[in-house]
């Protein structure tokens, strides 16, 4: 298994960990949730460990105001690069942010509060409480909250990968009240050997997807959207 806090600290590694993900969702699915659950002309967007922006990148666009936060600089650097020049970049962890109480209609966190179970495998609970915590914290009245998770990579169905994201899941919906919707995100690399080489990079594992008529390589995906309004 890569050791993830390797590649989100190093410049290279946080480079070629935004190729693979440019390569998800070629279908267009998160941001069609995301429109679904907010309305993002008049909102005000916080994405909490935004990583290297893949979903600030399909907020800014639309909405009023975006910031950004991570603990992680390499993966800010990447970021900065992304996301236009009127973005707010903050680094700042996701358990205590330096934000004043509700001041966003809008906060996302994708595939950041799930890393805990991995990395503080027998207090991951506290992490994941203090970031839902400082997420509600700084929403408005109204405002919505979507986590996104992997329910699977390379998958025909959607379901937690390991039972320790199950729980964590768990957490999210029984304890919090947030609701899963989901989402298929499928990768689209441009050839089987491109698939091959960062699905391995990643996540540890050959995925070389079904091979398209145009040479192209579709990998499944499916995303967790963990949704609540305040």
Avoid at 54 to 80: E, F, K
Avoid at 199 to 228: C, H, N, Y
Wanted: negative net charge.
């Amino acid at each position: 298994m890569p050791d993830y806090r390797d590649i989100y600290q190093n410049i290279p590694q946080a480079q070629r960990y935004h190729q693979l993900v440019s390569r998800e969702d070629y279908q267009g699915n998160l941001l069609y949730e995301i429109r679904r659950l907010c309305n993002l002309a008049e909102a005000d967007a916080l994405d909490m460990g935004c990583g290297t922006g893949r979903v600030a990148a399909l907020l800014a666009p639309h909405v009023r105001n975006l910031m950004v936060c991570d603990r992680a600089p390499a993966m800010l650097s990447v970021a900065r690069q992304v996301l236009p020049a009127k973005t707010i970049i903050m680094t700042a962890d996701n358990r205590d942010l330096p934000l004043p109480d509700a001041c966003f209609d809008l906060v996302t966190a994708g595939w950041s509060f799930g890393h805990a179970t991995e990395w503080i495998p027998g207090s991951w609970q506290v992490d994941v409480r203090a970031a839902i915590g400082e997420m509600l914290r700084v929403l408005r009245p109204g405002g919505v909250a979507i986590i996104f998770e992997t329910l699977g990579s390379g998958a025909d169905r959607p379901a937690p990968p390991t039972t320790t994201l199950a729980d964590c899941y768990s957490l999210f919906v029984n304890e919090f009240g947030f609701h899963c919707t989901p989402v298929s995100t499928d990768y689209r690399f441009i050839s089987t050997d491109e698939a091959a080489e960062l699905t391995e990079f990643f996540f540890g594992m050959t995925l070389t997807g079904t091979r398209q008529p145009d040479g192209t390589a579709i990998v499944p995906e499916w995303t967790g959207a963990f949704s609540l309004r305040v």
